[in-house]
């Protein structure tokens, strides 16, 4: 199975605010990683974590590939992204990070099994 399509769905599913499409991307034993240093572990936390993410539909995010590889069994992207959104008071800003997604075949499905976001 190709690489690129698990990516696309992946991603979609973030656009979409998609909770199960994006969970079903990821894996069981996943890890992310935030802007701010927070570290989630596990399909569970990450799951609500984005539950919470998905429900505010103030924030837009483009996504530009800067480089994809994949390696047997395993995969990586590295994203460029532009993040917009609101603060509390209704002021907007904007964010721009490197997202890290790695993946793993498993059961002959590409799983999330790694994303890190990393300022810059």
Do not use: C
Request: net charge negative.
């Amino acid at each position: 199975m190709d690489f690129a399509p698990a990516l696309d769905a992946h991603l979609a599913a973030i656009q979409a605010r998609d909770l199960d499409g994006y969970l079903a991307t990821v894996h069981q034993d996943a890890s992310l990683i935030l802007p701010n240093g927070t570290l989630l572990r596990g399909r569970e936390a990450i799951g609500e974590f984005h539950a919470d993410w998905f429900a505010d539909t103030d924030w837009s995010m483009r996504a530009e590939p800067v480089r994809v590889e994949t390696a047997g069994e395993a995969a990586f992207a590295l994203l460029s992204v532009v993040y917009d959104d609101v603060d509390p008071k209704g002021e907007p800003y904007r964010k721009t990070f490197y997202l890290t997604l790695y993946f793993t075949r498993t059961d002959g499905r590409w799983l999330l099994v790694h994303d890190q976001n990393t300022p810059f």
